[in-house]
């Protein structure tokens, strides 16, 4: 293959999450060829992540749901414009996007007769099935298997910007951040559990600051956790950030729990301590990249407890899990009883033992 490439273009139609999980492979083409210009084509609203990211030259935007009709300028813009498209998701629209940017193409593809159409269409191919047998991470680096890997990879955060003047007035010597909702309910630690932990860690004189988007929802869960547990030393910063001022807010505090969701990628990308809750889907496959790390899973599909580097990662006691399915139910509005079950005294416990570690740090 020839290993000479100006332009290159990584393809990520997919969430937030999904974006940060593709930074190492950007940087890794990076610096496999420094004086390539790398664009990034993902759906609208998801390029945040990339936001101050130094490997990226542009973040191109797609509406998600657009039909080809409402695509054909991007279309036109693309067309054979790079001399190299990374596909980093199976999907019917991405190996099309690359077939029409890419001069050559490498892409994540399952494998099963219907996807012939896709494998032909590439140059270098990642099979996947339904067992996936790697992490996100290592699986998207596979794109660049026929011009060498990196031995040690990490997530690359977007830039730090200042917090809010009366957030950072307002922020503490130690404090633990929360993340309290999760994009689908399948997710979502009971909002009774947060305001357990909550009202655990305010009434020992731990400041806790709640963390959450602009949606409707989001405030809403905010919302109902802050009204459980009072304190002065509780903070509802639900819409108030923006992802760069987030990872400011993260690269500070004492400790962050969240359940699985992009900001608790985002919270290992930053270094800081964390404590994953997950439920039914396993965290071999999609747990926190606790970077820089090797390339292989840093975690196990079932543990009560495990942990990589600064990543804790805790799961529910039910035999099931995990079942890689879409909670008990299998929709996205389903509740999980694997993260019913999820003790919230476990957490507390796991979070008196991080504070305690930073303070006999420092």
């Known amino acids: 293959m020839d290993d000479h490439f100006s332009r290159i273009l990584v393809i990520c139609t997919r969430q937030l999450g999904d974006v ?36 990226v030259n542009e973040a191109i935007e797609m509406p998600a749901g657009s039909g080809w009709r409402r695509s054909w300028p991007l279309i036109r813009r ?6 190299l498209a990374l596909i980093a998701q199976y999907s019917d629209r991405a190996h099309l996007v690359g077939f029409i940017a890419g001069r050559r193409r490498s892409g994540q593809v399952f494998d099963t007769r219907k996807a ?25 680096l596979r794109l660049l298997e026929p011009w060498g890997l990196p031995e040690t990879t990490a997530l690359v955060a977007p830039a730090a910007e200042a917090l809010p003047p009366d957030v950072a007035a307002a922020l503490e010597s130690s404090y633990v951040v929360l993340q309290v909702p999760s994009l689908v309910r399948y997710k979502q630690w009971p909002l009774e559990h947060f305001a357990s932990l909550a009202r655990s860690l305010v009434a020992e004189g731990v400041q806790v600051l709640l963390s959450g988007g602009p949606a409707a929802a989001d405030r809403a869960a905010c919302a109902e956790v802050a009204a459980a547990a009072i304190s002065p030393r ?18 500070g505090a004492a400790a962050y ?89 476990r957490v507390t416990d796991e979070v008196r033992r991080l504070l305690v570690r930073r303070a006999t740090a420092h």
Request: charged share 20%.
């Open 257 to 345: 729990v969240g359940p699985d969701t992009s900001v608790t990628h985002l919270a290992a990308a930053c270094d800081t301590p964390v404590v994953a809750l997950y439920g039914p889907i396993s965290p071999r496959l999609w747990g926190p990249w606790p970077g820089p790390a090797a390339l292989q899973a840093p975690f196990v599909d079932r543990a009560a407890r495990q942990q990589a580097r600064k990543v804790i990662v805790l799961q529910g006691p039910p035999a099931c899990v995990p079942c890689n399915r879409a909670g008990c139910d299998n929709h996205l509005a389903s509740r999980s009883e694997c993260l019913e079950t999820l003790d919230p005294g």
């Open 78 to 83: 693309l067309w054979r414009r790079y001399d």
């Open 20 to 55: 940060l999980l593709t930074t190492p492979l950007i940087r890794a083409a990076k610096a496999r060829w420094p004086a390539a210009s790398i664009d990034v084509l993902g759906f609208a609203g998801t390029l945040a992540m990339l936001r101050g990211n130094p490997d």
């Open 116 to 140: 012939w159409w896709k494998r032909a269409l590439l140059h270098h191919a990642v099979l996947l099935d339904d067992e996936r047998q790697s992490h996100a991470v290592p699986e998207k």
């Open 234 to 251: 509780l903070l509802d910063l639900s819409g108030r950030l923006s992802l760069n001022q987030l990872v400011t807010l993260l690269r």
